[in-house]
């Protein structure tokens, strides 16, 4: 499966996002679908993750509460929405396709490019 992440951009501090991923080449539908984040110097770590029916989400305790997932799944895509942004939340954000609710990196198989998303304070 191909993906392709979108929607980074530079926010202010307590602003918003919404970026999407575009699935392509398999079943989206077959897929848990989930997003990490790298800051500069950092390693990657998980943000969220929801299931193939998107019946069930999951999400990173640095973020829960401000950050959501979603998939629709007519138009192959999912989802990362992000309120109450903070510096601490500027990182490249990736997409990734996998088969198990899992939120480690080495559980998905596809990843899309990275979307850079800047937050100033």
């Known amino acids: 499966v191909q993906l392709q992440a979108s929607g980074g951009g530079l926010v202010q501090a307590g602003g918003s996002l919404r970026l999407s991923c575009a699935a392509s080449g398999r079943t989206f539908s077959n897929y848990v679908m989930g997003w990490f984040r790298q800051a500069p110097g950092k390693e990657r770590e998980f943000v969220a993750t929801i299931s193939w029916n998107g019946g069930n989400t999951l999400d990173a305790d640095s973020v829960k509460g401000r950050f959501t997932t979603s998939r629709d799944s007519a138009k192959n895509t999912v989802y990362l929405h992000g309120n109450s942004l903070k510096p601490e939340d500027t990182a490249v954000y990736y997409c990734?396709?996998?088969?198990?609710?899992?939120?480690?990196?080495?559980?998905?198989?596809?990843w899309g490019q990275g979307t850079l998303v800047t937050v100033s304070s």
């Open positions: 990734a396709a996998g088969r198990r609710f899992r939120t480690s990196g080495a559980e998905y198989d596809y």
